[in-house]
């Protein structure tokens, strides 16, 4: 492992939610009837965003954050999610249990190794036929070249970006990367956009790479 972990610690303010959009995220509202059985695994699960949702759906939910006030509020909120409070690089993903594996804006904030690691991780368990879906910073959000420019921040090879103050590392990623990292799945849904964040903060940009990708 190469790094801190992200503190979201400090980002979470009593538990009021951190994003203010608590419908269920319209990808996978849009293919959750290709699963195949009731198992998700959420890598990062936050305040439990989606999951809180998808367990209400009746979907059975396990969640992994380093976070433990992330935890306690998606607990608070939601009893029947299992949650798990560790770091997701040393998370071992059991093999063949889940019917979908997802990260939403987490594997960002890892350095590109440690997110190679997770994706073979996720790849070499899922169960045939399960989804994957992740959504990383592309290569076209503002804080690439943010940090480009910024003396707080590292730049090293492949677009990963190093901390100084806090030793963690950030990663930024272009579409045919993702498609090569999963090379074998079947391509669902990948997308490369560029949009106002309205969901927290002030109004910002990003560009988001999302892959949704099935097993064969
Ligand atoms: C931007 S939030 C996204 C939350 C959720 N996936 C969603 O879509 O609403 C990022 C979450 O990832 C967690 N996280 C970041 N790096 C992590 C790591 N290395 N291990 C476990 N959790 C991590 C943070 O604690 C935070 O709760």
């Not at 909120?77 to 939403?104: A, G, Q, T």
């Not at 990367?177 to 949009?195: A, K, M, P, Q, R």
Request: glycine share 6%.
């Amino acid at each position: 492992m190469i790094g801190n972990p992200v503190n979201y610690n400090k980002k979470y303010v009593g538990n009021s939610p951190l994003w203010s959009n608590s419908s269920l995220d319209n990808n996978l509202k849009r293919y959750l009837m290709l699963l195949n059985g009731k198992n998700i695994l959420d890598l990062g699960i936050g305040e439990g965003q989606n999951s809180i949702i998808l367990s209400q759906l009746g979907y059975k939910v396990t969640g992994v954050d380093y976070s433990k006030k992330a935890l306690d509020i998606c607990k608070k909120n939601c009893s029947n999610i299992e949650l798990v409070e560790k770091d997701i690089r040393d998370f071992d993903i059991p093999s063949n249990k889940y019917d979908l594996i997802m990260s939403r804006c987490v594997l960002h904030f890892l350095h590109k190794s440690d997110i190679y690691a997770i994706i073979k991780n996720i790849k070499n368990n899922i169960k045939a036929n399960g989804l994957v879906y992740i959504s990383v910073f592309s290569t076209n959000d503002p804080g690439l070249k943010f940090k480009h420019n910024s003396p707080d921040f590292d730049a090293l090879e492949n677009n990963v970006f190093h901390n100084i103050s806090d030793n963690t590392y950030s990663s930024y990623f272009s579409k045919d990367e993702i498609l090569d990292l999963f090379s074998g799945f079947n391509t669902v849904l990948i997308s490369d956009e560029y949009s106002i964040d309205l969901s927290h903060g002030t109004p910002h940009y990003h560009g988001i790479i999302k892959y949704i990708g099935e097993k064969i």
